[in-house]
C-alpha cells in the first residue's frame, strides 16, 4: 500500500476482473481468458509553504528560498529548512 511511505495521504482502491468469456469459442481456444485489473486513486494532502512562511521563516518569501540557505559547504536541503521529516 501506498499509504504505508506517504503518512496522512488516503488511498482508494479497487479490483474489477475482465474475462472474454461473451465472445470465447472454448472449442477452439481452451479456456477463457481472465484478466484482473487493480483501480487506486490516491490522494496526497499538501502544504502551501507560502502560507506557512511567517511562522517558519519570520520572513516573506516572495523572494525564494535562498535567502534561508547558508553558504556552502554547510548547504542545507530545502526539507531540513521547512522542518519536514523524512
Do not use: W
Not at 485489473?37 to 494532502?45: A, I, N, Q, T
Request: aromatic share 6%.
Amino acid at each position: 500500500m501506498v499509504t504505508a511511505t506517504l503518512p496522512f495521504a488516503t488511498e482508494a482502491s479497487f479490483t474489477k476482473s475482465y474475462t472474454d468469456a461473451a465472445t470465447h469459442n472454448s472449442a477452439n481456444c481452451g479456456d477463457v481468458a481472465l484478466t484482473e485489473v487493480k483501480f487506486s486513486v490516491l490522494k496526497v494532502p499538501s502544504v502551501s509553504i507560502s502560507s506557512q512562511d511567517g511562522r517558519l521563516f519570520q520572513k516573506n518569501l516572495r523572494t525564494g528560498l535562498r535567502q534561508f540557505a547558508p553558504a556552502a559547504p554547510h548547504a542545507l536541503s530545502v526539507k531540513s529548512m521547512l522542518r519536514v521529516s523524512p
